[in-house]
Structure formats: structure tokens, C-alpha cells
T-cell receptor, first 113, second 117 residues
Framework: GAGVSQTPSNKVTEKGKYVELRCDPI?????LYWYRQSLGQGPEFLIY????????DSGLPNDRFFAVRPEGSVSTLKIQRTERGDSAVYLC???????????FGPGTRLTVL | AQSVAQPEDQVNVAEGNPLTVKCTYS??????LFWYVQYPNRGLQFLLK??????LVKGSYGFEAEFNKSQTSFHLKKPSALVSDSALYFC???????????????FGPGTRLSVLP
């Protein structure tokens, strides 16, 4: 079946702009996770949804970052007033239940000029 | 705080030889340990995990890992490397999230494995 998909695959924006990154999890997966991977580093946890609610948002770096999952399926990561330091690959993962194996999407590469 | 170290940025091995990719961890409580592999332009793929039970865990594509509590290590191994195993490998430890139900990961920095023909 279809895996986790993320759109766009690449996003180039200018400093100060607003961006939205989309994640389509595997159908039926209740848990959804966002990670950020900077060059040469391992992924870093941002936020975890169980259903529609954010069960843990402790990884969001500051209040410019926000994520939603209004119907418990698709999630959108929103970044306001982007900064050059936000440039990274943003990864989404989903699992059928919170402690099941996580399946990762291919990521969205965000470049802030 | 939970942390994961992968002491080698790069591991080179000849095809057909055994390979080891090292991982050490620091956690409070019992560790839940994972290995993921990342191929170019593709998402992270789950290889194997240790939750409890046998210290030797077998996973996908012929990989296995050995949990060693006294050395706080979880090294990834394969008896005979293939050129197609060349990729970026990440060790990770589960961190209980606020609801204590999910599975957030702390990842190591990654080790690039090159299998030479």
C-alpha cells in the first residue's frame, strides 16, 4: 500500500516568509510524528500527534513553529517568519498505534534564503 | 537526558566481509533501542529494535544487533556485507513523550556505511 507522503518535496523561501509543509500518513495510522534533520545530523523530534491532538509538542523550537492535524489524518507543519536556521529536511512518520513501528516519509527539504 | 552516540562518521568494508556499525546510549530506565537506515532521497526505514528479551535481535535485510547492558551498546552487525547495504545508518533510543504512551526518538548523528565491491 501507499506509504507516508510529504509535499512539497522541496521548498525554497525567503527569510521572513510563512511556509506550510504537508504530511499524508499511512491510512489508519493514529500516531503521527514530525522531525527535523539538519545537514550531517540525525533527525530531531518536533511534535507527536495521537489522533487530532498534539500529545507532545516539546520539541518545537519556538512559537514560530506550529502543527495541526484537524481530522486525525493529514498534518500540516507551519512555520512563521522563517529564518535561515530553519533550513533543514522536515520528516514525517506515522504508526498504527503510538508504540508501533514508525514509517517515515521522504521528507521536505526547506531552504530559507 | 537520553542520548545516543555513534562514534564513527564513516565505515568502509569490502563486499562479503562482516560489518559492524557502533552505537552507545545513555538513558534513564530500561532502554528501547532502534536502528534505522536512510538511502538517498528516501525516507528512514526501520531495521530492528530491542525492547526486552534476547540480547541478539534479528532484523530486516540480514542485519542483527546485540544489546549489551554493561557496555551500554547496541552495535549493528551483518555477517556478509553487500554493496547495496551502502547507506546512512541511525541508532535511536525511545524517549517517553508527555503522554508516556507514544514513541519519540532521540537519534544518533548517523554513520555512513560504504561497502566496496
Amino acid at each position: 500500500g501507499a506509504g507516508v507522503s510529504q509535499t512539497p518535496s522541496n521548498k525554497v523561501t525567503e527569510k521572513g516568509k510563512y511556509v506550510e509543509l504537508r504530511c499524508d500518513p499511512i491510512s489508519g495510522h493514529t500516531a503521527l510524528y514530525w522531525y527535523r534533520q539538519s545537514l550531517g545530523q540525525g533527525p530531531e523530534f518536533l511534535i507527536y500527534f495521537q489522533g487530532t491532538g498534539a500529545a507532545d509538542d516539546s520539541g518545537l523550537p519556538n512559537d514560530r513553529f506550529f502543527a495541526v492535524r484537524p481530522e486525525g489524518s493529514v498534518s500540516t507543519l507551519k512555520i512563521q517568519r522563517t529564518e535561515r536556521g530553519d533550513s533543514a529536511v522536515y520528516l514525517c512518520a506515522s504508526s498504527e498505534l503510538p508504540r508501533d513501528t514508525q514509517y517515515f516519509g521522504p521528507g521536505t527539504r526547506l531552504t530559507v534564503l | 537526558a537520553q542520548s545516543v552516540a555513534q562514534p564513527e562518521d564513516q565505515v568502509n568494508v569490502a563486499e562479503g566481509n562482516p560489518l559492524t556499525v557502533k552505537c552507545t546510549y545513555s538513558v534513564s530506565g530500561n532502554p528501547y533501542l532502534f536502528w534505522y537506515v536512510q538511502y538517498p532521497n528516501r525516507g528512514l526505514q526501520f531495521l530492528l529494535k530491542y525492547i526486552t528479551g534476547d540480547n541478539l535481535v534479528k532484523g530486516s535485510y540480514g542485519f542483527e544487533a546485540e544489546f549489551n547492558k554493561s557496555q551500554t551498546s547496541f552495535h549493528l552487525k551483518k555477517p556478509s556485507a553487500l554493496v547495496s547495504d551502502s547507506a546512512l545508518y541511525f541508532c535511536a533510543v525511545r524517549v517517553p513523550p508527555r503522554d508516556n504512551y507514544g514513541q519519540n526518538f532521540v537519534f544518533g548523528p548517523g554513520t555512513r556505511l560504504s561497502v566496496l565491491p
